[in-house]
T-cell receptor
Framework: GAVVSQHPSRVICKSGTSVKIECRSLDFQATTMFWYRQFPKQSLMLMATSNEGSKATYEQGVEKDKFLINHASLTLSTLTVTSAHPEDSSFYIC????????????FGNGTRLTVT | AQTVTQSQPEMSVQEAETVTLSCTYDTSESNYYLFWYKQPPSRQMILVIRQEAYKQQNATENRFSVNFQKAAKSFSLKISDSQLGDTAMYFCAFTLYNFNKFYFGSGTKLNVKP
C-alpha cells in the first residue's frame, strides 16, 4: 500500500533555532501534500497544502514566513519551523493523496517538536 | 462551509461488545466522500473505512461498518466484537469530490476494556 515517511519522529530544539521536517511518499508520486498540526487531545488542524513546483497554500491564521513549506519534487515536501518558540511545540503530521476522487489521505508517522 | 461534528468526546466498551461512534456533517454539496480514521497511542493515522456519498449501500470492512444517512447528514461507525487493539482516537473526515481539503471532526476517544 501507499506509504508516507516522515522524519524525524521526534526533535527537540532551542528557542530561536529552525527545524526542518521531511515528508516523503515512498511508492507513489504526490503532487499535493498536506501539513497538519495536532495539539494534545485535539483534532488535526490543516496548516497548508503543499503543491509540487509551486507555492504552498496556507490556511488562514498560519504564518507562512514562520512555517516554510517546500515541495521540490513529486516525492518530497519539507516543513521548516523558523525561529522556533515554545508555543510552536506540537505534533506535526504530513499526508498525501495518490489522486483525487475518493482517494483517502495517507499519513506520515508524525513529528513531535519540543522547543525549549 | 463544510463542518464535521463528533459529539462524543469519549466512549468505553467492553471487549467483544459492539459500539457506535457518531458523526454528523454539514455541506450543501451532493458529491463528497466520508472517512473514518483511527489514531492509536502511536499517533499514526490509519484509515478505517470510507464511503462515497453517491453510494446508498453502507460500507463495511470486516468488523467495521457505517450507517450513512445522507438526508440526515449522518455517518456513524459501528465496531463489532470490539478488541483491545481498537482503543484509539477515532476521527470522522469529509472531503468534497475532486477537491483537496479534508475536514476532520474533533475526535472520539474509544476505550476498550478487558
Amino acid at each position: 500500500g501507499a506509504v508516507v515517511s516522515q522524519h524525524p519522529s521526534r526533535v527537540i530544539c532551542k528557542s530561536g533555532t529552525s527545524v526542518k521536517i521531511e515528508c516523503r511518499s515512498l511508492d507513489f508520486q504526490a503532487t499535493t501534500m498536506f501539513w497538519y498540526r495536532q495539539f494534545p487531545k485535539q483534532s488535526l488542524m490543516l496548516m497548508a497544502t503543499s503543491n509540487e513546483g509551486s507555492k504552498a497554500t496556507y490556511e488562514q491564521g498560519v504564518e507562512k514566513d514562520k512555517f516554510l513549506i517546500n515541495h521540490a519534487s513529486l516525492t518530497l515536501s519539507t516543513l521548516t519551523v523558523t525561529s522556533a518558540h515554545p508555543e510552536d511545540s506540537s505534533f506535526y503530521i504530513c499526508s498525501a493523496r495518490i489522486g483525487l476522487d475518493n482517494s483517502p489521505l495517507h499519513f506520515g508517522n508524525g513529528t513531535r517538536l519540543t522547543v525549549t | 462551509a463544510q463542518t464535521v461534528t463528533q459529539s462524543q468526546p469519549e466512549m468505553s466498551v467492553q471487549e467483544a461488545e459492539t459500539v457506535t461512534l457518531s458523526c454528523t456533517y454539514d455541506t450543501s454539496e451532493s458529491n463528497y466522500y466520508l472517512f473514518w480514521y483511527k489514531q492509536p497511542p502511536s499517533r499514526q493515522m490509519i484509515l478505517v473505512i470510507r464511503q462515497e456519498a453517491y453510494k446508498q449501500q453502507n460500507a463495511t470492512e470486516n468488523r467495521f461498518s457505517v450507517n450513512f444517512q445522507k438526508a440526515a447528514k449522518s455517518f456513524s461507525l459501528k465496531i463489532s466484537d470490539s478488541q483491545l487493539g481498537d482503543t484509539a482516537m477515532y476521527f470522522c473526515a469529509f472531503t468534497l469530490y475532486n477537491f483537496n481539503k479534508f475536514y476532520f471532526g474533533s475526535g472520539t476517544k474509544l476505550n476498550v476494556k478487558p
